[in-house]
């Protein structure tokens, strides 16, 4: 496949969507479109052409004429949406749909509460090979990246570590190992697939910038800040517990608790998204990371 220089993106502004532009428009390597719903209250930064649209076929086919690939990354209510994106890029001609995943990846064992947030993800991935299949020319890939850690991390003290107030929780044994990608990776990701056309064709990938615990986040947290932090000891049993009687209630937040339980609980084995050797940041050309860099990195802020 020839290579990709023009490059257009949806959900530019959005959580994991800046983080990917501005690593596309750093790299130089590409052309960038932000693509935008006519009525979106969404900012972006200055300097990149931003295309505000009616998210119907025939206008994003227009919208889309002319560009190489596409990067999704729009949130959960834009995900079936993904159908029309990709019916107007292929009829645009785009030879390459980088759908908004940035999940745990198809093999991940999910807790069941998930498997209605999940369904939608699955229709598009399915509708994404048909479409591939049906039209070689057309080509789709998705990044699946575990815990967004960085930023999930600093934004979720229910993930154990409250940056505001430097105290932890550690679930369990804090022994549980999981893999997370940082921002930065999570987009040089996304730069290096779109720089590997051919290779990242019709299949999930899968990246790492970290394999970790929480007892080893607490050590790299105290060694950075030089203080012993104040922690508190729960279980994820009481966690999913606490998750699934807000659920039963009609109350927000369950989410988040059982996202964390499902991380973390002790011996489960889910959260390693890819070994090290199996990882595809080689083939994506993603920087070397670690703990204790990540964790100066939020420290910074
Ligand atoms: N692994 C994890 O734990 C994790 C964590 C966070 C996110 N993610 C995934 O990462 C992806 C991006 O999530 P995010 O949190 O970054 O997204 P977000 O900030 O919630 O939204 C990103 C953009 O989506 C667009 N959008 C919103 N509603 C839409 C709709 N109905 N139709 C079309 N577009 C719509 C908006 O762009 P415009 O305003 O420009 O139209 C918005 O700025 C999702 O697939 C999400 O599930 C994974």
């Not at 596309?24 to 979106?40: C, E, G, M, N, P």
């Not at 086919?61 to 079936?80: N, Y």
């Not at 699955?122 to 049906?134: F, G, H, I, M």
């Amino acid at each position: 496949m020839a290579a990709v220089h023009k490059v257009a993106i949806f959900g530019a502004g959005g959580t994991i969507g800046k983080s990917i532009t501005s690593a596309l428009v750093t790299d130089k390597s590409f052309d960038v479109t932000i693509i935008s719903r006519a009525d979106s209250t969404s900012t972006f930064p200055n300097g990149i052409p931003v295309t505000r649209t009616d998210y119907t076929v025939p206008a994003l086919t227009a919208a889309l004429r002319g560009q190489d690939a596409v990067v999704s990354a729009v949130g959960v209510a834009g995900i079936s949406k993904q159908k029309d994106m990709m019916d107007a890029a292929e009829a645009a001609g785009v030879r390459l749909f980088i759908l908004s995943d940035f999940g745990y990846g198809p093999a991940h064992q999910h807790l069941p509460e998930f498997d209605t947030i999940g369904k939608p993800r699955q229709e598009v991935l399915s509708y994404a090979s048909e479409r591939a299949k049906s039209n070689p020319q057309f080509t789709w890939s998705a990044v699946a990246i575990g815990n967004p850690i960085d930023w999930a991390l600093n934004a979720f003290p229910t993930l154990g570590f409250d940056f505001v107030n430097r105290k932890a929780i550690i679930y369990d044994s804090g022994t549980e190992r999981f893999t997370g990608t940082t921002m930065n990776g999570i987009a040089n990701a996304v730069v290096g697939a779109l720089k590997h056309p051919q290779e990242v064709a019709n299949r999930h990938l899968h990246v790492r910038s970290v394999e970790t615990c929480q007892n080893e986040l607490l050590a790299a947290v105290e060694e950075v800040t030089g203080e012993k932090w104040p922690v508190a000891h729960e279980t994820t049993k009481d966690l999913l517990e606490k998750g699934r009687a807000k659920l039963a209630k009609g109350e927000r937040g369950w989410v988040l608790d059982l996202i964390v339980a499902q991380l973390l609980e002790e011996g489960s084995g889910r959260s390693i998204v890819v070994t090290q050797d199996k990882a595809d940041n080689g083939l994506l050309e993603m920087p070397k990371e670690d703990v204790l860099g990540m964790v100066r990195g939020i420290l910074k802020g």
